[in-house]
C-alpha cells in the first residue's frame, strides 16, 4: 500500500526532537502558526493565517493560555501582521485547542467567529453550566459497566480543560459547502462530523489545499467517541466524513496537528484499514457471554498499559470502544442487552 509523504519536514524534525515547529511560511501569503498545548500529548495545535489584503483570517486559534496567547501574537508578528488585523476567526471545531482563544482574538480585534451550527449547540452545556453534562456523563459511565468507585474520576476528568476555552458566542453559524472569499483565497466547509458533531474540514479549490482540522491527522487517529454530546453513530459518521473526502486529491494536507503532509487517499486508506482491524479486534473479545463496553476496553490494547493512562483518557478509551460497539450494531453484528450496565455479545457467536 502506497504512504503519505510528509511536506512539513520541519514539523516533523521538531516533533522527533521534542521542541516546538517554526512558524512557516506554507504558500505566499498563508502562515502555519503552532501554538503550544504543554502537558498534552498533542503538543501543539496549528493555526492557519491567509493574507487577504485587508487583513487576517484564521482557521482555528489555541487554547485560552497566556502561553497560548503570546505564541499566537508573537507568530502572528512573525508574518508581519499584528492581532488587531484578524477579520476572522473560522474554528474547524468545538474543543478547547481550537475554540479557546477565538473569543479572546474577537476582543482584540473585532473579528468575527464562524463554528458549524451543530458544535454551537454544544457550546453552553459544556463550557457553562455543566450540572447536566456531568449527571449525563456518570449515566453513561454506569451503562458501560465502569466501576462505582471510578465514575467520579472519569466524569470529572476533563472539567479542568473548561478553563482553557473563553466563553465565546460565534457570530456566523457555517453549514455544508459555504463558500468564502477572502482576498485571493477561497475556503469551502466540508461538514465531517465524527470527531465532533459539527467538525469541518476548509477546501481551497484554487490552490487545492485540505485544511483537515482533526478530522484526518498524517500519524494519530483522532479520538471518536460515544458521548452525551456526540451524534448517535459517531464511527459511522467519520468513516463517511472520510469517504466524503474521497472526492478531493490535494496539493497538500494541512492538518491542525503533527505536520503537513500528501498523498491523502493513502492516509483514507490507512484511517478505515484501523478502525476494520479494531471492530475484528472487539468482536474477536467477545466471548459467548458478552461483556460490558468497559470490560473491553480495559482488554483492548493500547499504546500503553491500561492502568497506566490517564483518567481523561481512559474515558475517552470507553467512549471509542462504545463507538465501535454502536457501528458493530448498526451493522447487525452485535447486540446489547436491556437495562443497565449494557452487555454487549455478537449475534452469530
Ligand atoms: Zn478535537
Ligand atoms: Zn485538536
Redesign the pocket.
Known sequence: MHDIEVTGVLQKQAWADNVLPPVEQVRPGLWSIPVPMPHNP?RY?LVYLFETGTGLVMVDAGWNTDEAWSALNAGIAQAGGSITDVEAVLVTHI?P??YGLAGRVREASGAWIGLHPEDAVLLDDRYADTTDLLRRMTELLEASGVPLEKRPDLANSSMEVRGLVFTAKPDVLFNDGQKFTFGGWDLTTLWTPGHSPGHVCLWSDQHQLLLSG?HVLPRITSNISVHTQQFPNPLGDFLNSLMKLRAFAPEEILP??EYRFRNLGARLDGLIAHHEERLIEILDLLGPEGATAWDLTTRLTWSRPFDQILDYMQRAANGETLAHLVLLETRGLVVRSEGHPFIFSKTNP
Request: glycine content about 0%.
Open positions: 498533542l495545535v474543543h485547542d481550537h482533526d491542525a496537528h
